[in-house]
């Protein structure tokens, strides 16, 4: 007997139910939970200041979970590099924005970190990098399945 296929369901993934494929709901999705984890990152380390004294501790448990954040378009379309692509660069454009937004109340913000170009494009490199992977490795088992069945074929023609 098959069991029925079980999808993980995110956070507030209901929501997004009648966008009209997963490359909408994925990327507004990460969008959303990067923008979130951005601001709550921001607003920790500027209006906590008991959180002072852990601040290395703090920025890295921040940056750890930015990453696994990011990785949901890679997991979700590692088989399909232009919708990884795609839902990547759309969570990471809507983060981007909330970036800029977050420097227009936070003046140092840009100064300590990256300019929202070096932050689009840090985003985009690994979307980038990680969609050519996907694709490559895509390419690599469509050879190895190519192959495998041009030997089965000529063992059966063999006598």
């Given at each position: 007997?098959?069991?029925?296929?079980?999808e993980?369901?995110l956070p507030?993934?209901?929501?997004?139910?009648r966008?009209?494929?997963?490359?909408?709901r994925i990327?507004?999705?990460?969008?959303?939970y990067?923008s979130?984890?951005m601001?709550?990152?921001?607003l920790?380390?500027?209006?906590?200041?008991a959180l002072?004294s852990?601040?290395?501790?703090?920025n890295w448990?921040g940056?750890?979970?930015?990453?696994?954040?990011?990785?949901?378009?890679?997991?979700k379309?590692?088989?399909?590099g232009?919708?990884?692509?795609?839902?990547?660069?759309?969570?990471?454009?809507?983060?981007?924005?909330t970036?800029l937004g977050?420097g227009?109340?936070?003046e140092s913000?840009f100064n300590?970190?990256?300019?929202?170009?070096?932050?689009f494009?840090l985003?985009?490199?690994?979307y980038?990098?990680?969609?050519?992977?996907?694709w490559v490795?895509s390419?690599v088992?469509?050879a190895?399945?190519?192959h495998?069945h041009?030997?089965?074929?000529?063992r059966?023609?063999?006598?």
């Open positions: 007997m098959l069991s029925p296929k079980i993980a369901r507030g993934q209901r929501w997004f139910h966008l009209p494929n997963a490359v909408l990327g507004v999705l990460t969008g959303i990067l979130i984890l601001i709550a990152a921001v920790l380390a500027n209006r906590v200041p002072e852990f601040a290395n501790i703090r448990a940056r750890i979970i930015f990453a696994l954040v990011m990785l949901l378009p890679i997991l379309f590692i088989r399909s232009p919708r990884l692509i795609m839902a990547g660069m759309l969570g990471w454009s809507l983060a981007t924005i970036y977050l227009l109340f936070f913000l300590r970190l990256r300019t929202p170009s070096q932050f494009t985003g985009a490199m690994v980038g990098i990680a969609a050519v992977v996907s490795a390419l088992l469509a190895r399945e190519h495998l041009s030997v089965a074929a000529a059966r023609h063999t006598p």
